[in-house]
């Protein structure tokens, strides 16, 4: 093996920010994730496609250390689940359809209370920062009640970002938001510094999912059934495959 | 140890704040301690000997029934808009989550008491400032809130929570009832600290049992 060709796996093996290997997940006898391999490197945006019992949330929840593997291994932005979950949550930022967000409390005052459990130094500028970038400035003293619920999810996306994490897991971020709050919530996506971070998304919308992605995998009762680049696939090939595990494509 | 308090401390803040919006929970609790306390002395009646013999008992029905409706809520608000994940996320230690829901209930019910404090003095016709009242009090919530807040994030997970809670959690509380209510007795005699300090020994124990059991099972709790 050539010089070259070794210093770039080992390179490849540096950058990667999320490797499972052999991951599985029983809850009680059934079997949700089956030996999942997983790697991926630096600033990849994965999108996850998957029908609703596939493994998309099971697989989420554990790179996110909400839940604990049966058996195998996961490393989350260089360390180990098992070992370092506290210093992975602070590497990551999760967005999912539920926002997190406490309804009595004011946007301002639902990010001071997770930017004081994250530990962010200098809150106030931080808070600012992020409500800019989703555009909810207008609404920093409204409570959560109040937002519409495409408000809601973008101030659920600052709250993601307070802490800057490096790594985004994003569950169906989509769910529940109408056409027009999907749409901004890409353009948040976006704004948020999607493409600079190492991105996982789970979701059932094969064009938008498609779009934000460098790469698609499809989970089929907890297995992996295609992982392909983008450049590799089409959309066609993407929603051929899925049909073929869903027997309906979105 | 400073950052520890600290992350506590914001959880409290976070469960004063939404309890001091919403009002619901601390308006039916209050209501609900109330009516025990002032339904009890009208059913029985009662002249001085038997005051002294039935009203610890009656105290502490309308503190523990109050606090179990307050219990139930406690990690129910959590679970709305999936907050308990947004929580169990953030990059602390487990016990700091439990510490900090602990305390927010701790002080949640001893403001409760503290209002229906004065009116059963009025209604039974005890002195307000008993200072052994006062320690047997803040004690038996102490070991109340430490294990309500386990039993609460239990049952949470489960779909007949406000049946589930009291089912699983007054078993294991009755040894703290039961300390609570003799020691109130004996405190509202104004009995020798000697007679008193039996239960207060126990009271004790059951805090420190409660509160280093829950820190730990707690993260085995909290997982799915």
Known sequence: MAIE????????????QIRTRGLTKYFGRHLALRGIDLQ??????????GTNGAGKTTL????????????????VAGWDIQDHSVDIRKSIGVVSHHTMLYDDLTAYENLKYYGRMYGIPDTEERIRDVLDKVGLSSRVHDRARTLSRGMQQRLSIARALMHNPEIMLLDE????LDQHATLMLGEMLDISGYSE???????????????LADRIVILNRGSIVFDERKGSVDLVDVQESYSQYSGAIR | MREFVSKVSVIVWK????????????TSVLVFALLTIIIFNFAFDLDAESTRTVAPGILWVAFTFAGVL????TFVQEKENGCLDGLLLCPVDRTVIYVGKMVGSFLFMLVVEIIILPIFSILYDFDLFVPKLIVVTVLATLGFAAIGTIFSAMSANTKARDIMLPILFFPMVTPIIIAAVEASALALENAPWADFSTWLQILIAFDVVFLIVSSLIFEFITEE
């Open chain 1, 173 to 176: 971020p989509e769910t529940g």
């Open chain 2, 15 to 26: 469960d004063i704040l939404s309890q001091l919006r919403s009002k619901d929970v601390f």
């Open chain 2, 70 to 73: 307050n219990l139930n809520r």
């Open chain 1, 197 to 211: 971070r190492t991105t996982i998304m789970s979701s059932h919308n094969l064009e938008r999912g498609f779009d």
């Open chain 1, 5 to 16: 060709e070794l210093e770039g796996i080992i390179q490849e093996e540096e950058d990667l």
């Open chain 1, 40 to 49: 991926v490197p630096k600033n990849q945006r994965l999108t996850l496609f």
């Open chain 1, 60 to 75: 989420l929840k554990i790179l996110a250390t909400l839940l604990k593997p049966s058996s195998g291994t996961v490393e």
